[in-house]
């Protein structure tokens, strides 16, 4: 039973380059949310995908897009990218929108120069 | 608003007892409770959606007093394996579900 998987692992960027990071869900999960984690603090919510459209959104500008393919992977862009974007990126799965349990993947260590 | 978690960081020797508390300024639906060891993805622990509900994992339990607006994990017998930084979430009312604020984590630290 495959759990939550992310690509890249690592990245670097320098500021004012885009970005994609991908997420392949928990076999069985419909459900995408994703997570920036600034290093020493907790994660935050960036949005949730769900049905091949963003439910909720956190607090992040529209430079922070998403999107879900039909097999429910979905990937994260980041445009303009700025030195305070350097963080770990949180993919986490989940069976429909209630209050489910989560299953994070290990996540996508952004760096920015 | 991001909750407060104490204490901050605590360090047990294995078999001692610890709590870690969880409270928010702002009415709660539910708490969300997780574990992530250094370098490794956040893991589930439990969820609770009722006030004054118990729920359990192996020895971690937790409670949640949605008038207080707080919720505690306790640490019972604590194993090596405790050893991590939990977080708990919150979520309010009118949240449509798992739109989780996280708090800053308290470190716990099992020493044999």
């Known amino acids: 039973d495959a759990g939550v998987t992310q690509s890249p692992t690592h990245l670097i960027k320098t500021r004012g380059q885009q970005v994609t990071l991908r997420c392949s869900p928990k076999s069985g999960h419909d459900t995408v949310s994703w997570y920036q984690q600034a290093l020493g603090q907790g994660p935050q919510f960036i949005f949730q995908y769900y049905e091949e459209e963003e439910r909720q959104r956190g607090n992040f500008p529209d430079r922070f897009s998403g999107h879900q393919f039909p097999n429910y992977s979905s990937e994260l862009n980041v445009n303009a990218l700025l030195l305070g974007d350097s963080a770990l990126y949180l993919c986490?799965?989940?069976?429909?929108?209630?209050?489910?349990?989560?299953?994070f993947g290990d996540g996508t260590r952004l760096s920015i120069l | 608003q991001q909750p407060v978690q104490s204490p901050q960081a605590v360090i047990l020797r294995e078999g001692e007892d610890a709590v870690i508390n969880c409270s928010s300024s702002k009415a709660l639906y539910s708490v969300h409770w997780y574990r992530q060891k250094h370098g490794e993805a956040p893991v589930f622990l439990m969820i609770?959606?009722?006030?004054?509900e118990q729920k359990g994992h192996d020895k971690i339990s937790a409670s949640f007093n949605e008038k207080k607006q707080q919720s505690s994990l306790y640490l019972t017998a604590s194993q090596l394996s405790y050893s991590g930084t939990y977080f708990c979430?919150?979520?309010?009312?009118?949240?449509?579900?798992?739109?989780?604020?996280f708090g800053g984590g308290t470190r716990v630290l099992v020493k044999p």
């Open positions: 609770l959606l009722k006030g004054g």
């Open positions: 979430g919150t979520e309010p009312p009118q949240a449509a579900g798992n739109k989780l604020t």
């Open positions: 986490a799965s989940s069976l429909g929108v209630g209050n489910q349990p989560q299953h």
